[in-house]
């Protein structure tokens, strides 16, 4: 079982930048990792998500150029950087980590997921 929190949310103005931060309890540096995220009344899509050695990241349309995905295996955690935020950034952001191996095109899918965080709020104003 592995155990994910994130942090590193908050309210910022159109622009700026924020870090968000995901800590594993566990050993996780087999695993692939994503951040998505939700927004009030939408349903959770995906953002972001890396490859086991990092080699390979994969981002949604909406975020390319803006938001960096990154993981540090050696201490068990994953980030993402997020520059020029604008108000539709705004949600909770989770963290997932998924056991098995995935292919490109499962990197953007909720149910290939097998460990979720508890979320981390980011609102960005105008």
């Known amino acids: 079982q592995v155990r994910l929190v994130e942090s590193g949310g908050g309210a910022v103005q159109a622009g700026g930048s924020l870090r968000l931060s995901c800590a594993a309890s566990?050993?996780?540096?087999?695993?692939?990792l994503a951040w998505f995220r939700q927004a009030p009344g939408k349903e959770r899509e995906f953002v972001a998500a890396?490859?086991?050695?990092?080699?390979?990241?994969y981002y949604a349309d909406s975020v390319k150029g803006r938001f960096t995905i990154s993981r540090d295996n050696t201490k068990n955690a994953v980030y993402l950087q997020m520059n020029s935020l604008k108000p539709e950034d705004t949600a909770v952001y989770y963290c997932?980590?998924?056991?098995?191996?995935?292919?490109?095109?499962?990197?953007?899918?909720?149910?290939?997921?097998?460990?979720w965080g508890q979320g981390t709020q980011v609102t960005v104003s105008s």
């Open positions: 997932a980590a998924a056991r098995s191996y995935l292919a490109a095109q499962a990197m953007a899918a909720m149910a290939a997921y097998d460990y």
């Open positions: 566990g050993r996780i540096s087999e695993y692939a």
């Open positions: 890396i490859g086991w050695s990092g080699g390979k990241t």
